[in-house]
Protein backbone atom coordinates (compact mmCIF):
# COMPACT_ATOMS: atom_id res chain seq x y z
CA UNK A 1 0.00 0.00 0.00
CA UNK A 2 1.50 3.42 -0.71
CA UNK A 3 0.25 6.64 0.82
CA UNK A 4 -0.09 10.14 -0.33
CA UNK A 5 -0.76 13.57 1.54
CA UNK A 6 -3.55 15.41 -0.60
CA UNK A 7 -4.05 19.11 0.93
CA UNK A 8 -6.77 20.71 -0.29
CA UNK A 9 -7.36 23.86 -0.91
CA UNK A 10 -5.62 25.86 2.18
CA UNK A 11 -5.64 29.12 0.31
CA UNK A 12 -4.97 32.69 1.37
CA UNK A 13 -8.74 33.59 0.45
CA UNK A 14 -10.07 31.00 3.59
CA UNK A 15 -8.04 33.10 6.59
CA UNK A 16 -8.55 36.72 8.00
CA UNK A 17 -8.66 39.54 5.75
CA UNK A 18 -9.53 36.78 2.83
CA UNK A 19 -12.47 37.27 0.90
CA UNK A 20 -14.22 33.96 2.34
CA UNK A 21 -12.48 33.69 5.53
CA UNK A 22 -13.23 30.48 7.84
CA UNK A 23 -13.88 29.21 11.15
CA UNK A 24 -10.41 27.85 12.75
CA UNK A 25 -8.49 28.17 9.32
CA UNK A 26 -5.20 29.14 10.97
CA UNK A 27 -5.29 26.41 13.44
CA UNK A 28 -6.33 23.81 10.76
CA UNK A 29 -3.69 25.40 8.72
CA UNK A 30 -1.27 24.79 11.84
CA UNK A 31 -1.98 20.80 11.90
CA UNK A 32 -2.10 20.41 8.33
CA UNK A 33 1.62 22.21 8.27
CA UNK A 34 2.40 19.05 11.15
CA UNK A 35 1.40 16.44 8.92
CA UNK A 36 3.20 18.09 5.93
CA UNK A 37 6.15 18.07 7.86
CA UNK A 38 5.23 14.21 8.54
CA UNK A 39 5.34 13.21 4.77
CA UNK A 40 8.42 15.33 4.13
CA UNK A 41 10.52 13.79 6.46
CA UNK A 42 9.32 10.31 5.36
CA UNK A 43 9.32 11.09 1.69
CA UNK A 44 6.01 10.01 0.93
CA UNK A 45 4.59 11.95 -2.28
CA UNK A 46 2.30 15.09 -1.52
CA UNK A 47 -0.22 16.31 -3.16
CA UNK A 48 -1.34 20.24 -3.06
CA UNK A 49 -4.99 21.04 -4.62
CA UNK A 50 -5.19 24.31 -5.79
CA UNK A 51 -9.13 25.95 -6.47
CA UNK A 52 -9.07 28.64 -9.12
CA UNK A 53 -12.54 30.17 -10.31
CA UNK A 54 -14.01 29.37 -13.25
CA UNK A 55 -17.42 31.24 -12.23
CA UNK A 56 -17.33 34.57 -13.96
CA UNK A 57 -19.44 35.97 -10.52
CA UNK A 58 -16.97 34.31 -8.36
CA UNK A 59 -15.91 36.43 -4.79
CA UNK A 60 -13.06 34.45 -3.99
CA UNK A 61 -9.98 32.02 -5.53
CA UNK A 62 -9.71 34.48 -8.40
CA UNK A 63 -6.69 33.87 -10.82
CA UNK A 64 -3.75 36.32 -9.89
CA UNK A 65 -5.05 37.50 -6.69
CA UNK A 66 -3.41 36.83 -3.21
CA UNK A 67 -6.56 34.90 -2.61
CA UNK A 68 -6.02 32.49 -4.42
CA UNK A 69 -2.27 31.84 -3.50
CA UNK A 70 -1.50 28.39 -1.14
CA UNK A 71 -0.92 29.65 1.96
CA UNK A 72 2.36 29.75 3.53
CA UNK A 73 2.05 26.88 6.11
CA UNK A 74 1.91 24.14 3.55
CA UNK A 75 3.42 25.95 0.05
CA UNK A 76 4.60 23.51 -2.00
CA UNK A 77 8.17 22.92 -2.39
CA UNK A 78 9.88 21.51 -5.35
CA UNK A 79 8.76 18.20 -7.15
CA UNK A 80 5.26 18.19 -5.09
CA UNK A 81 2.37 17.92 -7.44
CA UNK A 82 -0.06 20.56 -7.72
CA UNK A 83 -3.53 19.78 -9.18
CA UNK A 84 -5.30 22.84 -10.23
CA UNK A 85 -9.75 22.32 -9.97
CA UNK A 86 -12.30 24.65 -10.55
CA UNK A 87 -15.17 22.17 -8.92
CA UNK A 88 -15.39 21.16 -5.18
CA UNK A 89 -14.46 17.76 -6.32
CA UNK A 90 -10.49 17.56 -7.01
CA UNK A 91 -11.32 14.38 -9.30
CA UNK A 92 -13.34 16.51 -11.46
CA UNK A 93 -11.71 17.70 -14.71
CA UNK A 94 -8.33 16.76 -12.98
CA UNK A 95 -5.60 14.69 -13.50
CA UNK A 96 -5.39 13.84 -10.02
CA UNK A 97 -7.07 10.18 -10.85
CA UNK A 98 -4.54 9.25 -13.32
CA UNK A 99 -1.61 10.84 -11.65
CA UNK A 100 -2.45 8.72 -8.26
CA UNK A 101 -2.57 5.58 -10.62
CA UNK A 102 0.61 5.85 -12.30
CA UNK A 103 2.48 6.60 -8.81
CA UNK A 104 0.82 3.29 -7.29
CA UNK A 105 -1.17 5.39 -4.76
CA UNK A 106 -3.88 3.00 -3.12
CA UNK A 107 -4.36 5.62 0.27
CA UNK A 108 -4.79 8.93 0.80
CA UNK A 109 -4.22 11.49 4.10
CA UNK A 110 -6.96 13.97 3.24
CA UNK A 111 -6.85 17.36 5.21
CA UNK A 112 -7.77 21.02 3.90
CA UNK A 113 -10.77 23.60 3.58
CA UNK A 114 -13.62 23.16 3.43
CA UNK A 115 -15.27 20.36 5.21
CA UNK A 116 -18.70 20.55 4.01
CA UNK A 117 -17.85 20.89 0.36
CA UNK A 118 -14.42 19.82 -1.23
CA UNK A 119 -13.38 17.67 1.51
CA UNK A 120 -16.73 15.89 1.51
CA UNK A 121 -16.91 15.88 -1.95
CA UNK A 122 -13.15 14.63 -2.96
CA UNK A 123 -13.10 11.92 0.41
CA UNK A 124 -16.37 10.58 -1.17
CA UNK A 125 -15.20 10.31 -4.76
CA UNK A 126 -11.49 9.04 -3.96
CA UNK A 127 -13.30 6.27 -1.52
CA UNK A 128 -15.66 5.56 -4.93
CA UNK A 129 -12.25 5.07 -6.93
CA UNK A 130 -11.29 2.64 -4.63
CA UNK A 131 -8.81 4.80 -2.28
CA UNK A 132 -8.36 3.91 1.89
CA UNK A 133 -8.89 7.07 3.40
CA UNK A 134 -7.88 8.91 6.38
CA UNK A 135 -9.01 12.49 6.89
CA UNK A 136 -7.09 14.03 9.47
CA UNK A 137 -10.34 16.05 11.35
CA UNK A 138 -8.41 19.16 12.61
CA UNK A 139 -6.36 20.33 9.93
CA UNK A 140 -9.76 21.11 8.16
CA UNK A 141 -12.03 23.87 8.35
CA UNK A 142 -15.44 25.06 7.74
CA UNK A 143 -17.79 28.26 8.30
CA UNK A 144 -20.95 28.65 9.67
CA UNK A 145 -23.84 27.80 7.00
CA UNK A 146 -27.76 28.93 6.93
CA UNK A 147 -30.57 26.78 5.23
CA UNK A 148 -34.49 27.69 5.73
CA UNK A 149 -33.53 30.90 7.70
CA UNK A 150 -32.11 28.45 10.16
CA UNK A 151 -28.06 29.03 11.39
CA UNK A 152 -25.90 26.00 12.00
CA UNK A 153 -22.70 27.83 13.39
CA UNK A 154 -19.48 25.77 11.72
CA UNK A 155 -18.57 23.90 14.56
CA UNK A 156 -22.15 21.88 14.42
CA UNK A 157 -21.13 21.62 10.41
CA UNK A 158 -17.70 20.56 10.77
CA UNK A 159 -19.11 17.28 13.43
CA UNK A 160 -22.24 16.69 11.05
CA UNK A 161 -19.76 16.34 7.94
CA UNK A 162 -16.98 14.78 9.36
CA UNK A 163 -19.34 11.95 11.26
CA UNK A 164 -20.94 11.23 7.93
CA UNK A 165 -17.59 10.24 6.04
CA UNK A 166 -16.03 8.65 9.01
CA UNK A 167 -16.19 4.68 9.08
CA UNK A 168 -17.29 4.03 5.30
CA UNK A 169 -15.54 7.05 3.49
CA UNK A 170 -12.71 7.59 5.70
CA UNK A 171 -11.00 6.99 9.17
CA UNK A 172 -11.51 10.60 10.88
CA UNK A 173 -8.99 11.08 13.15
CA UNK A 174 -6.70 13.91 14.83
CA UNK A 175 -3.22 15.35 14.16
CA UNK A 176 -1.99 14.08 17.64
CA UNK A 177 -3.66 10.17 17.08
CA UNK A 178 -2.27 10.59 13.11
CA UNK A 179 1.58 11.58 14.19
CA UNK A 180 1.87 8.93 17.02
CA UNK A 181 0.32 5.79 15.13
CA UNK A 182 1.99 6.98 12.01
Not at 97 to 105: D, S, V
Not at 145 to 166: G, H, P, T, W, Y
Amino acid sequence: MKKALLIIDIQNDYFENGNMQLVNSEEASENAKMILEKFRSDKLPVIHVQHIATRPDATFFIKGTKGVEIHENVKPEIGEKIIEKGFPNSFRETDLLKYLQEENITELVILGMMTHMCIDATTRAAKDFGFNCTLIEDACATKDLEINNRKIKSNDVQIAFLSALNYFYATVINTKNYLQDN
